[in-house]
């Protein structure tokens, strides 16, 4: 299986601020790689797919980068709505997720 | 408008068995393959099993290999997971979540998720 790592596991920003995560695969995945939103208590929610396209409906101050291993995904103005759990997911082989990255208010 | 509506979560024994469906709408069932995905309280997720749209591909997560059986009723619009033998550490929200074969070199992602169902595996 393919293993994924995220960090940091979790950040504190305030609102305006660029955050960025950073997602590695244990082997190359090309741009197999997607990115998730989840709030408690709700189910995940697609950001971007293809390491850099932008799920429809999904705000611009997102967008995600990297090929190979090594993966980042950025919010370029953090928002109150953006407070969640981000988790990255390869889809090269069957389905491995990354622990998630917990982004609170600092 | 797709909807994905998991029921059957349920307190049990360990060594026990449980039966979960998800019954899905505003979509084409028989276009989309199924997977179920889950998340144990506070932790990450991790995906469970997969189905294609006429049954012919499975696959199962090593965890969950031969006690999880995953099914589709395509005239009923239905996905299902078997689960036999439960164990302490099946204790999650299961999702089932739809799978899109993007036009992006043919990367998948999961679009469409349920909202969840508990299951407890507890003495």
């Known amino acids: 299986d393919i293993q994924m790592t995220q960090s940091p596991s979790s950040l504190s920003a305030s609102i305006g601020d660029r955050v960025t995560i950073t997602c590695r695969a244990s082997?190359?995945?090309?741009?197999?790689l997607n990115w998730y939103q989840q709030k408690p208590g709700k189910a995940p929610k697609v950001l971007i797919y293809?390491?850099?396209s932008l799920q429809s409906g999904v705000p611009s101050r997102f967008s995600g980068s990297g090929s190979g291993t090594d993966f980042t995904l950025t919010i370029s103005s953090l928002q109150p709505e953006d407070f969640a759990t981000y988790y990255c997911?390869?889809?090269?082989?069957?389905?491995?997720f990354g622990p998630g990255t917990k982004v609170d208010l600092k | 408008e797709v909807q994905l509506v998991e029921s059957g979560g349920d307190l049990v024994q360990p060594g026990g068995s449980l039966r979960l469906s998800c019954a899905a709408s505003?979509?084409?069932?028989?276009?989309?393959?199924m997977n179920w995905v889950r998340q144990a309280p506070g932790k990450g997720l991790e995906w469970v099993s997969y189905i294609t749209s006429s049954s012919n591909t499975i696959y199962y997560a090593d965890s969950v290999k031969g006690r999880f059986t995953i099914s589709r009723d395509n005239a009923k619009n239905s996905l299902y997971l078997q689960m036999n033998s439960l164990r302490d550490e099946d204790t999650a929200v299961y999702y089932c979540?739809?799978?899109?074969?993007?036009?992006?070199?043919?990367?998948?992602?999961?679009?469409?998720w349920g909202q969840g169902t508990l299951v407890t595996v507890s003495s």
């Open positions: 082997q190359s995945i090309s741009t197999y």
């Open positions: 997911q390869q889809s090269y082989s069957t389905p491995t």
């Open positions: 979540a739809r799978e899109h074969i993007t036009m992006v070199r043919g990367v998948s992602l999961f679009d469409y």
């Open positions: 293809a390491a850099s």
């Open positions: 505003g979509f084409t069932f028989t276009s989309y393959s």
